[in-house]
């Protein structure tokens, strides 16, 4: 019996000794909640929250969102590989300039004369824009460092209306269109209203359409746990489409049997100027977007610069149509501003910068869902615009309505060359984003 106690021991003591001579199991603290889902190492002792030796590392077993600066390969910034967003976008845009078109006085409306003064010239203020933005993107690798997007914007089409008329009765008031005739060298105008003698309205209005796109890659600069710096690069497009058209209507009222065509009595006469501009941006852009995240709030800050080709465009024309009491009508090219001198299509190419910077302030709603607003401002060198295409030095003889009409008559005015400026819109936006 005491052979078998010794031998029992003996057992033991060797079973220990394999067990020693086995090197130790990890040592892994994990909370209950998560010790049904923890993957345990074979031979892991469990601490259910004994205080660790300090060489000892807690594993923590929540999901984190990591970036190169967090972790090798890990992922970085929010959640998702893919993302589209839309804005709703309140924008301004610079104001339009325009020479003199409209003027009123006791002396024909002439300008340097003494009481004429100008009802149309200057700034012309376009208001508010309403528009949108559609954009999406998606990363190329699992670690969300390389990736595309693209983004789509527009601009409502918007009008700037501007009308005037007068009854020509005893005590209406003069409308004129001023011009400098270079004829006689002097400041001159066309009468459209007079009191006794013609009634008359004159319209003018500007309508603008601002769209564009832009394709970019995105290459994650630096990143840790809550921010994050991309740079980006890649091509953009911008259009900007403007129509300036004036309409002078009048109406003979007097009774000038002596006075040449057209000024009859019943006698119509419509006077048409036209001046459009169309401006194409291509160009390859360069930028960087930084975000900042602080809980559910966070930061977003894009600046881009973009340098390429704008495709200019300007076109003239300009028509008169005579309607006589009886109905019969005559047409002539040109009008008063547009004659066959400066009238057709014409083009230019001009090198030019686009800048563009953005703010965003918006809350991670959800695990996929964001909201946002913020401010952005857009600014674009060497466009054409309307106002700046008209030219006021006006060869008389060449007006349709003149006694002494003669299309070939005299110097080419008004003469063309294309006049270009500086362009800005700048606005807030509202915005979602969701992320899948």
């Known amino acids: 019996m005491r052979n078998g106690f010794l031998k029992s021991i003996a057992a033991l003591l060797a079973s220990a000794g394999l067990a020693l001579a086995k090197p130790p199991g990890p040592i892994v603290q994990i909370s209950f909640e998560d010790a049904d889902q923890a993957a345990i190492p074979s031979g892991a002792v469990i601490s259910k929250g004994a205080p660790l030796p300090s060489d000892i ?25 893919s993302w589209i967003s839309a804005e709703y976008l309140m924008w301004w845009i610079r104001d339009s300039h325009l020479p003199p078109l409209v003027t009123s006085g006791p002396n024909g409306g002439v300008l340097g004369q003494p009481g004429t003064t100008v009802l149309l010239g200057g700034e012309l203020d376009h208001e508010m824009f309403s528009g949108a933005r559609i954009g999406g993107g998606m990363w190329l690798n ?8 693209h983004s789509f914007f527009f601009l409502g089409d ?33 009468v459209t209203a007079l009191a006794g003698e013609a009634s008359g309205r004159i319209d003018v209005r500007q309508s603008t359409r601002l769209h564009g796109s832009e394709l970019n890659g995105i290459y994650n600069l630096c990143c840790d746990c809550r921010t994050r710096v991309d740079l980006l690069g890649g091509f953009r497009w911008l259009n900007l ?29 419509d006077v048409f100027d036209a001046f459009n501009t169309r401006n194409n941006f291509y160009g390859g852009q360069v930028g960087a977007r930084a975000e900042i995240r602080r809980g559910c709030l966070y930061l977003d800050v894009v600046g881009k610069v973009a340098l390429g080709d704008t495709h200019q465009v300007a076109v003239v024309d300009g028509s008169m149509v005579v309607t006589t009491a009886t109905g019969a009508q005559t047409v002539r090219p040109g009008g008063l501003l547009a004659l066959n001198t400066n009238m057709g299509r014409f083009t230019h190419d001009a090198f030019s910068v686009v800048p563009e910077v953005g703010i965003n302030l918006g809350c991670q709603v959800t695990d996929h869902l964001r909201a946002f607003v913020g401010y952005s401002f857009l600014y674009w060198s060497d466009v054409v615009r309307p106002g700046n295409q008209v030219n006021l030095a006006v060869n008389a003889l060449r007006i349709p309505t003149n006694v002494n009409y003669d ?30």
């Not at 299309?407 to 800005?424: E, I, Q």
């Open 142 to 149: 699992d670690c969300h460092t390389i990736g595309i997007e």
């Open 241 to 269: 489409h403007e129509d300036l058209g004036i309409h002078e209507h009048t109406r003979i009222i007097c009774v000038c049997v002596d006075d040449p065509f057209p000024a009859q009595p019943g006698n119509t006469i």
């Open 57 to 81: 590392k807690h594993v923590d077993m929540a999901p984190q969102v990591m970036g190169p600066g967090c972790g090798a390969d890990a992922v970085c910034g929010p959640p998702g590989n």
């Open 407 to 436: 299309p070939n008559g005299g110097p080419n005015r008004p003469g063309f060359t294309l006049h270009d400026s500086n362009f800005w819109a700048q606005g807030i936006n509202f915005g979602v984003e969701f992320r899948y």
């Open 158 to 190: 918007r009008s700037v209306h501007f009308g005037v008329g007068s009854d020509g009765s005893a005590n209406s008031v003069l409308l004129a269109r001023p011009f400098f005739n270079t004829t006689t060298g002097q400041m001159d105008s066309d």
